[in-house]
């Protein structure tokens, strides 16, 4: 204790005698100063036949507050194994005293005998087995002060010596206890860190998981689950709007040391650099390493065997199957959702099986009307931003969704007056995504003379002006794009359509000071840019950024963002200036409650 502490301590000050007490207390609470004098073996026997658990506690005092060297440990170690079988559930404290033993950082010899000792002691009595796995299993969470050790989710050189051992136990009990994988699955739920933990403590917990799926493969299905469960909490809690604003904050602090002529560094400015958002990088770099793990079990090599195959199929079928039970039903995802864009670029068969698994929930009735809005979303962001698409996949798709749009309106009735958003949310949600993709994706559903006949055949007008009126409810940017799209062409000519929508809302909006809120349809465009630094690797290669249409002359214009406009057109909206004009007066009407979140932006964003 330092000078200064000493004189400031608010603790009571001890006399001679009270200190000597202590001592003495202290000296009476461990009765024997080695093992050798009454060991294990001894303490076990008098416990079990004379009823005398007194030496028992005294060795567990003793195991718990004595400082042990490696040959001590080692011998008490060999002695407990020697006499397994006679530590029944009554020893469960001495069990437990042994189990939390230090003996990562031992010799050799050491780690051998403990590793011995707790697979024949878990072996032998299951009760100790949510014990002994809860020991081990919480040697996988580094401390908080251990950032040093995990760099970007990788161990040092000693603390993967150190992990190792841990790894070769599990495999050893997990093979010769089936039971145990329950109770390993119930440990890793209970422990997986909390969402607010450094990025090294939750990013070294995975790396963990993934090298118990490397020799466990059993594990699969449950532990790549629970952790898209549990990066779905981080990525709720990192929004892209702090996110934005953080990388804001760091870019104007570089510009004001730039303008300070401060040279930085040519090493800080590395390719793995992360988002500055505390969650949002511990999101990013977990990310970054599924996609690693992903690439490497699922990439097509030279050389691919039947297992490895087979092992790729199997991990795809999981995230398909975790996508419809825990990502597709989230709300406000903004990144985690790239676990299935990253999958799906490896193979074209992966593709193919996620727009046909989101399209059989989009035309399915007895799915709820939620999931089937979100499916669309998906679907329509995913044919929008996926560069590894071909277009005639998107053509197909186009086509069937038209299809479905015209058989709703060829069943419903012309003069009825049901033409709510909440009763048709599926329809309005099948024509958005038409007039999304078309107005997204129109240098490429325009290139030749055969693709403009394709969208000729789209019947585009009948769905714009139909009695339903899509464009009522359309977002503004997705309504106004289209419309250009579809006049440029000669498709269609919806500016009529969307000045007697814009009169139509002129009186709420000045009424009520608001637009309705079901005059908008929510949208959740779940592709939209990507944000995350490291991670963002796997992801930029197969991502389409929009491009402006080639046969536009004029220079884009942005749109003047107003207070309550939805969050698409902030700085590369596609819509030209000579097309929205007469709009821009009544840009007025079409602004909207800001009551969804960035998801619903469509991303006609660079």
């Known amino acids: 204790m330092s000078v200064y502490t000493t004189k400031t301590s608010i603790l009571k000050t001890f006399s001679g005698a009270d200190r000597e007490r202590a001592k003495v207390i202290a000296a009476n609470k461990v009765r024997f100063a080695t093992p050798k004098e009454k060991g294990l073996a001894e303490s076990v026997r008098a416990a079990s036949e004379e009823q005398n ?7 567990t005092y003793f195991l718990k507050e004595a400082e042990l060297d490696d040959e001590e440990l080692e011998e008490i170690l060999k002695d407990a194994q020697k006499i397994v079988h006679n530590l029944t559930p009554d020893f469960v404290n001495v069990v437990e005293a042994l189990l939390s033993l230090n003996w990562r950082k031992r010799s050799c010899k050491t780690i051998e005998a403990f590793t011995e000792f707790s697979i024949e002691i878990l072996v032998a009595h299951n009760r100790y087995l949510p014990m002994g796995i809860s020991k081990f299993i919480s040697h996988w969470i580094p401390n908080d002060q251990d950032g040093a050790d995990w760099v970007n989710g990788c161990p040092s050189n000693q603390i993967y010596c150190e992990l190792k051992p841990i790894h070769d136990v599990l495999n050893r009990i997990i093979t010769a206890v089936p039971m145990a994988f329950d109770v390993i699955v119930d440990t890793i739920s209970s422990k997986f860190p909390y969402f607010k933990k450094p990025a090294h403590v939750t990013s070294g917990f995975l790396f963990n998981l993934l090298w118990l799926l490397d020799y466990k493969p059993v594990f699969e299905e449950i532990i790549l689950q629970l952790v898209l469960q549990k990066l779905l909490v981080l990525d709720v809690n990192a929004p892209r709007d702090e996110i934005n604003l953080e990388n804001s904050c760091k870019q104007m602090e570089e510009a004001i040391f730039h303008m300070d002529d401060i040279t930085v560094s040519p090493d800080t400015n590395n390719s793995e650099e992360t988002v500055d958002h505390p ?26 065997t039947d297992q490895e195959r087979c092992t790729a199929n199997r991990i795809f079928k999981i995230l398909l199957f975790t996508f419809d039970d825990v990502l597709l039903p989230s709300h406000n995802t903004h990144h985690v959702q790239f676990v299935m864009f990253f999958i799906t670029s490896l193979r074209q068969t992966y593709y193919e099986a996620f727009l046909s698994s989101l399209w059989q929930k989009v035309q399915n009735p007895n799915v709820s009307a939620i999931i089937r809005h979100g499916a669309v979303g998906y679907l329509a962001s995913f044919l929008a931003r996926a560069k590894f698409v071909p277009l005639c996949t998107l053509q197909l798709y186009l086509m069937k969704l038209s299809k479905w749009a015209h058989s709703y309106l060829d069943d419903s009735d012309e003069y009825s007056q049901n033409c709510s958003l909440k009763s048709n949310l599926v329809f309005f949600s099948v024509c958005q995504a038409i007039f999304y993709l078309i107005a997204f994706r129109v240098k490429d559903l325009t290139a030749t003379t055969n693709d403009l006949l394709f969208l000729q055949t789209l019947q585009l007008s009948r769905l714009a002006m139909c009695h339903f009126n899509p464009l009522r409810y359309c977002l503004a940017a997705v309504a106004t794009a289209f419309a250009g799209v579809t006049r440029t062409y000669q498709l269609a000519y919806c500016h009529t359509v969307l000045e007697r929508n814009a009169r139509r809302k002129l009186a709420t909006v000045y009424g009520h000071e608001k637009s309705m809120p079901e005059e908008t349809l929510e949208t959740f465009f779940p592709f939209d840019p990507y944000l995350l630094k ?16 080639a046969d536009d002359n004029v220079s884009p214009e942005p749109l003047r963002r107003k207070r309550g406009d939805s969050e698409m057109v902030d700085d590369d909206d596609f819509i030209k200036a000579d097309k929205r004009q007469k709009l821009l007066e009544l840009s007025k009407s079409q602004e909207f409650e800001k009551h969804f979140h960035f998801g619903s932006s469509p991303g006609f964003s660079k």
């Open 279 to 304: 969650i949002g990088q511990c999101l990013d770099v977990c990310l970054h390493m599924l996609y690693k793990y992903f690439d490497k079990k699922c990439s097509i090599k030279s050389i691919f």
């Open 534 to 549: 490291m991670s963002n690797k796997f992801i930029e290669n197969n991502y389409l950024i929009y491009q402006g249409n």
């Open 53 to 59: 658990f007194h030496l028992v506690q005294e060795f």
